[in-house]
């Protein structure tokens, strides 16, 4: 089945870092989606991408939809104490009835 | 406010007794979904529902049961738990033509011993 593998798998970092975090998977993805989950919360979608190659940004946040089709790439520039939590990537099931999730990407920032 | 929400949101319970874990949303969404969450594991789907009496099995279903009565519930039913789902449950909803956006719940940790 379709799944997906995220590295690394946390990341301890200073304030002011730029950080860079990627997913990728054995089969190909029409959409790109991630999530970001804070501390006690439930996830909330960041960032989505639809087209092979396709840059996004969303503030401080950046993702990429490689043009394989089997990668994403996230980048957060300037780490602040806010961005701590769990980043996951995902993508929509075949036959677009669900959404897969990665593993996720643990995210400390040390002020 | 457009929310999901979900009780109880902390419950500890002993093998075997039943229990129910109850989520509702307010954005008139056709698509839930219950998720649970295991460290190394990420989130993986236990079942989803794309309308009222639709329901569906995800990657995780043994041991668990769904019901979707109404649109804006979608309980989530352990009729005999076992420590293996001692967990985090997260509850979603999106609209059907848009389950990429999904919506979360708060999340219930739940402990079975």
């Known amino acids: 089945g379709q799944q997906l593998n995220q590295s690394p798998q946390s990341m301890f970092i200073q304030e002011g870092e730029d950080v860079s975090m990627n997913c990728t998977s054995s089969?190909?993805?029409?959409?790109w989606l991630w999530y970001k989950q804070d501390p006690g919360e439930g996830p909330v979608l960041l960032i989505a991408?639809?087209?092979?190659?396709e840059l996004t940004s969303n503030g401080r946040l950046t993702a990429q939809f490689g043009i394989t089709r089997k990668d994403s790439f996230l980048n957060i520039s300037a780490s602040i104490p806010s961005d701590v939590g769990i980043y996951f990537c995902?993508?929509?099931?075949?036959?677009?009835?669900?959404?897969?999730f990665g593993p996720g990407t643990s995210l400390s920032v040390i002020p | 406010e457009a929310q999901v929400t979900q009780n109880p949101r902390y419950l500890i319970t002993v093998t075997g007794k039943k229990l129910t874990v109850t989520c509702s949303q307010n954005?008139?969404?056709?698509?839930m979904s219950w998720y649970r969450q295991d460290p190394g594991l990420g989130l993986r789907q236990i079942y989803y529902?794309?309308?009222?009496?639709?329901?569906d099995k995800g990657d995780v279903p043994e041991g668990y049961k769904v019901s979707r009565k109404e649109k804006r519930n979608f309980p989530l039913i352990l009729e005999s738990p076992s420590p293996n789902q001692t967990s985090l449950y997260f509850c979603?909803?999106?609209?059907?033509?848009?389950?990429?956006?999904?919506?979360f719940g708060p999340g219930t940790r739940l402990t079975v011993t």
């Open positions: 991408l639809y087209k092979a190659g």
């Open positions: 954005m008139n969404h056709e698509y």
């Open positions: 529902s794309m309308n009222v009496e639709v329901t």
């Open positions: 995902a993508g929509p099931s075949q036959l677009y009835d669900k959404v897969i």
């Open positions: 089969s190909i993805f029409n959409t």
């Open positions: 979603a909803s999106s609209p059907n033509d848009s389950v990429n956006e999904q919506y």
